[in-house]
């Protein structure tokens, strides 16, 4: 994956397309974009390509994709990748895309929580269930101290000096910020609801060492409920073997993995219909035009939730973004088979 | 056909007929059983279709396994009796299991 990053200060990254979501339908979208000489961009939050595929079920077998009788979800994402690969899309990954809006020239103008901007003619959401985002816990009045008390990542250390910390979770993300955290807190308080860790076996080893060297709390239990006052965390109540007991706290993060959420995606002025995003069955075409929503996300009279309907609707939205991206240029159908135009494309003639 | 019964948290109850073969999971989602999620479909990889076995069923249910264990830590609220239903089989042996619904899924 070749990301080339423009210059500090440079203006946004201009191409054709821009495919929000690196699944199987945005990776095919690359192909199908591609054979039509449309340049692409693909963005998602995920720090790796394969959407759901790689992210829930990697090891899992899909027996529905055509000519491939059986394919776990990373092959199919490996797949894809060499696949795509004669066109040279440009990832960014661990990104999402908050703002979009038009421009007057009818282009649009997206920006990323990382501050990255995209300029483009095209936008291709295939975003699948929405991005994956951290769970949040199911604890009454829990959004009053997010941003504040509660963190479901760590943006600067520094903000967690002399504070009494509680980090939630048996994974490496939990373990992870206990060892980093833990020199800086005031007091650390590691929770998980059984004595067994998910994360890598050193990260546990060195955990144990700092709960038996007393500069970590281990406690084995689950949170049932938060107080404070005004978006200020002040205890959490913990549920033990042993009882409840309240514990004094400031920072709270809570690492009980990710769940799939629309995200800013409702705010850009598509319509909607229950976290779906309608489109036609010609083009693929939200109520916005220029923007393409394809795969799980998208909903039409009959849409099934399939890998191949997804592929489908890639190859169908790629004819109408062409002629957005080109629209004097004579639209010729050919085949990959026989067309040597299109085997030059992919690098095979 | 297997009948499960699932219990809500407001105490209601729906009794569901199951084919042996699928997964509790399934049955549920046919049935439109209100608080199984099953977000991921079956994969294991999401933890929100949590149930609590009733008391008395919990031999016949098994022990959850280690990646089952493992996702369990991403759901609410997990007791001893906590399985995830995509992850039990419906037998004939599971004739009558009554299975508990948690308050919430997440």
Known sequence: MNAVEPAAGAGPIETDVVIIGAGPCGLFAVFELGLLDLKCHVVDILGKPGGQCSELYPEKPIYDVPALPIVTGQELTDRLLEQIKPFNPVFHFGERIDALAREPGGRFLMTTDAGKQFLAKVVVIAAGGGSFTPKRPPLDGIEAYEGTSVFYSVRRMEDFRGKDVLVVGGGDSALDWTLNLQPLARSLTLLHRRDDFRGAPHSVNEMRRLVDEGKVRLMIGQMTGLDGDAGTLQTVTVKTSAGEEKIAVDAMLPFFGLTMKLGPIADWGINLNENLIPVDTEKFETSEKGIFAIGDINTYPGKLKLILSGFHEAALMAQAAQKIVYPDKKVVFQYTTSSSSLQKKLGVK | ?106
Request: charge should be negative; proline fraction near 4%; charged fraction near 25%.
């Open chain 2, 1 to 106: 056909m297997v009948k499960i019964t699932f219990i809500q948290p407001d105490g209601t109850a729906q009794t569901v007929t199951a084919e042996e073969g699928l997964t509790v999971m399934e049955a549920a989602k046919m049935a439109d059983v209100p608080g199984i999620d099953a977000e991921c479909g079956g994969a294991c990889a999401c933890a929100t279709c949590h149930v609590y076995v009733d008391a008395g069923w919990r031999e016949k249910t098994g022990a959850p396994s280690d990646m089952e264990e493992d996702m369990l830590d991403f759901a609410f609220d997990v007791r001893e009796e906590s399985r995830l239903c995509c992850q039990i089989k419906v037998t004939a042996a599971l004739d009558g299991l009554v299975l508990r619904v948690p308050a919430k899924q997440f």
